[in-house]
């Protein structure tokens, strides 16, 4: 899945923060979700969800993401220009 990405560990750890987060919400919008005891399954079966999405390549959810790449040469960062 997203998270799955040893190239870049920082990136991948946003990426599975976004995707907690946009199960969760999907999670929440459930009617019969009331408490914590129903939201676990449900965000569960939100986290599945998304995960069969993308593997068919559906990647709606990620609008609920907004997340925006930002490249920052090495040398701007270290001479305080970022």
Not at 25 to 37: I, S, T
Not at 55 to 68: E, F, I, M, S, T
Request: hydrophobic share 50%; charged share 20%; net charge negative.
């Amino acid at each position: 899945m997203v998270a799955a990405y040893p190239q870049d560990a920082l990136l991948a750890t946003v990426a599975a923060a976004a995707v907690f987060g946009i199960a969760a919400q999907y999670a929440v919008d459930r009617d019969e979700v009331r408490g914590p005891g129903t939201f676990v399954p449900a965000f569960l079966d939100e986290l599945y969800s998304i995960q069969r999405a993308t593997a068919k390549g559906d990647l709606r959810w990620l609008v609920l993401a907004r997340v925006q790449g930002v490249q920052v040469d090495d040398g701007e960062a270290s001479n305080g220009k970022a």
